[in-house]
């Protein structure tokens, strides 16, 4: 008799799943590099890009409706099924497997490198080490506890974007945003494919199905309310970010975040943007 999974992940821990999975380096990374081609029209970027998401998210907001969609197997199970392949399935999968090795390693290093710069002592590999082993060992113990730890750091994460967010409304100078497009519709238009990675990780929604309560009714309104609000929190951060500081500085910075909380917040202020940070490495 092969074992099922157990359905211990309510719709709030599917929201932290996405969330957590999308709010990622990207956003805190991306935005300002983006500058560099597009000036301050970048927020506008994540708007526009908005329709597109939804319609990479529609196909499997419809797999999850169905039957199927309260299997496990996610990804492989809506291709497979679609193709009527079980070896494009496999492959497809087999892929993707060997792409998110690439990104646990990757934000795990990220995680240990941007904590030792906030700590000052330690070793970038060994935390990064030591997260990994973290939810290698939370996964072992059971799914339940996976989604205790994801609400607990996306609410953290939340609460810095709170406090990056905010105040730096009151900050924004407007003289930053003329001329809105300083490389004209070409920039802008080239920069949206850059901008798209940071909604990566939508798909991953999909591979929660069969641990997820009652998921054809719950995963396709938390895949498409989820991605409203990623596009909301995309807008808000990118918009205060260019607002604060010019698009030429912020092309400039290697940590542009860490730059505009800087112009508004006491020191304090920055260990809770920097915590955030931390958290999207972590809950991605």
Do not use: C
């Not at 309260?70 to 070896?87: D, L, N, Q, V």
């Not at 500085?249 to 943007?273: C, R």
């Amino acid at each position: 008799m092969i074992p099922k999974l157990k359905r211990d992940l309510s719709s709030w821990h599917a929201y932290a799943l996405m969330l957590g999975g999308m709010i990622g380096a990207g956003v805190f990374v991306v935005t300002g590099e983006a500058g560099a081609q597009a000036g301050p029209a970048v927020p506008f970027g994540y708007i526009i890009l908005l329709p597109i998401l939804l319609s990479s998210a529609l196909a499997y907001m419809i797999f999850l409706s169905t039957p199927l969609g309260k299997h496990s197997g996610g990804a492989y199970i809506h291709i497979s099924r679609t193709f009527k392949s079980h070896f494009t399935g496999f492959i497809f999968m087999w892929f993707q497997f060997i792409a998110m090795l690439g990104v646990m390693t990757i934000m795990a290093i990220s995680f240990g490198e941007y904590l030792y710069s906030m700590i000052g002592i330690g070793s970038p590999l060994i935390f990064a080490t030591a997260l990994t082993l973290l939810f290698y060992v939370l996964n072992l113990i059971g799914v339940k506890w996976f989604g205790k730890f994801q609400i607990i750091m996306t609410i953290l994460l939340l609460v810095a974007i709170v406090v990056l967010v905010v105040p730096g409304l009151f900050f924004i100078d407007f003289k930053n945003y003329s001329p809105m497009l300083p490389y004209g519709w070409s920039g802008l238009i080239g920069v949206l494919p850059i901008l798209f990675f940071s909604y990566f990780g939508f798909e991953q929604l999909a591979q929660a199905g069969g641990e997820i309560k009652d998921p054809q009714k719950s995963l396709p309104r938390t895949m498409f309310r989820g991605s409203l609000v990623i596009m909301f929190i995309y807008f808000l951060i990118s918009f205060v970010a260019f607002g604060v500081i010019s698009h030429e500085k912020l092309a400039a910075s290697h940590s542009a975040m860490a730059d505009v909380a800087a112009v508004y917040l006491p020191a304090g202020g920055n260990w809770i943007v920097g915590l955030g940070i931390i958290m999207a490495f972590a809950t991605t």
